[in-house]
């Protein structure tokens, strides 16, 4: 099986914002993702998105993003998820951090600003288009290349430490194929607990927008649907293979 990303997808040209740039690189009915890059010392706005699930995958660089209730750190090789409607603000704590933003649904107007330095809180989403140098470019196009990997082979990136592919599996292949530190986020179907786990409802666990790892779906094997396909984006990172390699 392999997902087309949409003809309609907003934008060919990087979007520049107040803070560096960002375009939207994959797209269907459940998920849109969006590459970002964050100039060193510069900050998004405090802002939220009512309806959208949405994660984070640091793919380069450090990031401190801060909450309602406190800040916190994250790298590259991190990943982290924002429920509807919880505010948040990215800054690069490094030269350059790029990210992937994963949301579904793929609306880029679901966003209220509540705090911005650059007096966009009553803007809608920005249009204007830039011109991104040729490192960068190389590297955006092979990510792009990436979300067209089906199978379990993943694309190495350019002058990043990480690879990336889309593949459809059942979970419990997922478990079989891929060692626990992989990314996983579902782009077409969500992960339910098994009908057939006791004292359980069948209920959604994980979700396009949403980013897990394989460990993660190890751990709670025991309560999912493991026989269900699901299409999905799979990230992983050789700085990992060398941090467990040395402890």
Request: include cysteine; aromatic fraction near 6%.
């Amino acid at each position: 099986m392999f997902i087309q990303i949409h003809s309609n997808s907003r934008a060919s040209l990087p979007i520049l914002k107040p803070w560096g740039w960002e375009m939207e690189i994959w797209n269907s009915r459940d998920l849109g993702i969006t590459y970002l890059n964050i100039i060193g010392g510069k900050s998004t706005s405090l802002h939220c998105h009512p309806n959208k699930r949405t994660g984070y995958i640091v793919l380069k660089g450090e990031v401190e993003v801060e909450f309602l209730a406190g800040t916190k750190r994250y790298k590259a090789g991190d990943r982290v998820n924002f429920r509807p409607s919880l505010f948040h603000r990215s800054q690069a704590l490094t030269s350059e951090a790029i990210l992937l933003e994963l949301e579904s649904p793929p609306d880029k107007n679901d966003l209220v600003r509540l705090e911005d330095p650059n007096h966009r809180i009553d803007s809608a989403y920005e249009n204007k288009t830039i011109k991104i140098n040729s490192h960068s470019e190389s590297i955006l196009k092979s990510v792009q290349e990436s979300l067209h990997e089906s199978g379990p082979r993943q694309k190495q990136i350019p002058s990043l430490d990480v690879s990336m592919s889309m593949t459809t599996v059942t979970p419990r292949q997922l478990l079989d194929k891929y060692e626990d530190r992989v990314i996983i986020s579902p782009v077409n179907a969500t992960i339910y607990t098994d009908r057939r786990h006791g004292g359980s409802k069948y209920e959604a666990i994980v979700q396009p927008g949403d980013v897990t790892t394989v460990g993660d779906l190890r751990r709670m094997a025991r309560i999912l649907d493991l026989g269900s396909t699901v299409t999905a984006f799979l990230v992983s990172f050789r700085s990992q293979l060398m941090r467990d390699e040395q402890t």
